[in-house]
């Protein structure tokens, strides 16, 4: 087949970034390799947004004076896989381009995913740990009181395997405030630092959920509507002291974030009496993985949220996990943190109802 008949199009995997020297950059995200390019190659790749032949690319782009000259190009650039090349009676699928029916890509990978993958897999860059670790303690100066919680070391707990099999995403819960021991043997059980690894300098902790490198950036904030014994409003857990920190009242502005956080996203019709904001503090985890750092907290996150939904159903609290997740984060009371802190994800917490409102469960066919 002539050459000039192929379609040419830009692999949507390719992002354009800026080089150290200031020149355009082209990573493939998806295979990982970067090109350096020449600004008259960006704007042969603008024009090619959908697919088109050497003949019709060279009507739209001025860089070359003949069409063969833009076939070659082309053509190294397809070897590259900087472009996509198909026949234009082909079955739609490109060369080299991993293309299914689900369109550019295949897969339903953004290159934005593509690329926090391929980062995330080859570990943290080469100057990652220099400096001070930042530490594993997060304070509010501005909290108000400190409020000590029960350990909930007489609050009884079941066998693991019962808990296992019980643990269920609860969207409806009683209209009682949630009693304070519970909340306290809950944070006690999922989130409460036991000790420090050495060397102390490098700031990582042992907790009851495991974190990469023990650097534990996540932040529990408890939003308490309806806690007994606790003033309603939003509430920093100080892992260290096992103190609730109060940092302020409950407002519309705290309502508003329950109702966008978890009532609306669990499809809840009315909100939970607690719920959980949790926070990653993430220079703690980036000092030392950087390149790799946010893959990390998301894990960290689903262990966490593990830990607190089995730790819930053994406490007898009825639990809603939430993994959508604020960019960039609006709860009122972080609000001078902002730069520092990013929401991972919720939780609503309050007392099951009788018999417990889980959604049914067909058995598996034999
Ligand atoms: C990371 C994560 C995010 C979730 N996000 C939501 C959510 O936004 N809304 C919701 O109603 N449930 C959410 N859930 C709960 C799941 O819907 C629930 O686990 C799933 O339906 C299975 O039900 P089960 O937990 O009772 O086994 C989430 C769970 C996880 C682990």
Redesign the pocket.
């Known amino acids: 087949m002539d050459g000039h008949q192929y379609l040419y199009r830009r692999n949507p995997d390719v992002l354009l970034e800026w080089g150290e020297g200031g020149g355009p950059v082209l990573v493939d995200c998806r295979r990982w390799r970067k090109f350096s390019a020449k600004p008259a190659l960006v704007g042969l790749l603008h024009q090619l947004d959908r697919p088109q032949t050497a003949d019709e690319l060279h009507g739209r782009w001025g860089g070359a004076d003949h069409a063969d000259e833009v076939h070659k190009i082309l053509e190294r650039l397809a070897a590259a896989g900087i472009v996509h090349r198909s026949a234009p009676d082909g079955d739609g699928r490109a060369d080299g381009g991993g293309e299914t029916e689900n369109g550019p890509g295949g897969d339903g990978w953004t290159p934005y995913e593509l690329a926090v993958h391929a980062q995330a897999g080859r570990g943290p860059v080469p100057h990652a740990r220099r400096g001070t670790p930042p530490p594993a303690r997060f304070h509010h100066p501005e909290a108000g009181d400190a409020i000590a919680l029960p350990d909930g070391d007489d609050v009884p707990s079941r066998p693991l395997a019962r808990v296992l099999a019980e643990?269920?995403?609860?969207?409806a819960f009683a209209p009682a405030p949630v009693p304070l021991p519970l909340i306290g043997a809950f944070l006690d059980r999922t989130a409460r630092v036991r000790g420090h690894f050495p060397p102390r300098a490098y700031e990582q902790t042992q907790r009851p959920a495991p974190s990469g490198g023990g650097r534990h950036s996540l932040e529990v904030y408890l939003l308490a509507r309806e806690v007994a014994g606790l003033a309603p409003g939003a509430y920093h857990y100080d892992p260290f002291q096992h103190t609730l920190h109060r940092l302020c009242p409950w407002t519309d502005g705290l309502a508003a974030l329950q109702q966008r956080t978890v009532t609306d996203?669990?499809?809840?019709d009315s909100p939970p009496p607690a719920g959980l904001y949790l926070a990653s503090c993430t220079g703690r985890t980036s000092w030392k993985y950087e390149g790799m750092a946010l893959s990390l907290i998301y894990r960290d996150?689903?262990c966490l949220?593990?830990t607190m939904?089995l730790a819930a159903t053994d406490l007898g609290l009825a639990s809603?996990?939430?993994?959508?997740m604020e960019t960039p984060l609006t709860a009122p009371f972080l609000a001078p943190y902002r730069d520092r802190l990013i929401h991972v994800?919720s939780m609503a917490l309050g007392l099951p109802t009788d018999p417990l409102a889980?959604?049914a469960?067909e058995p598996l066919g034999g």
């Open positions: 643990r269920r995403s609860v969207r996203l669990a499809l809840m996150t689903g949220m593990q939904s809603c996990l939430v993994g959508m994800g889980a959604p469960v």
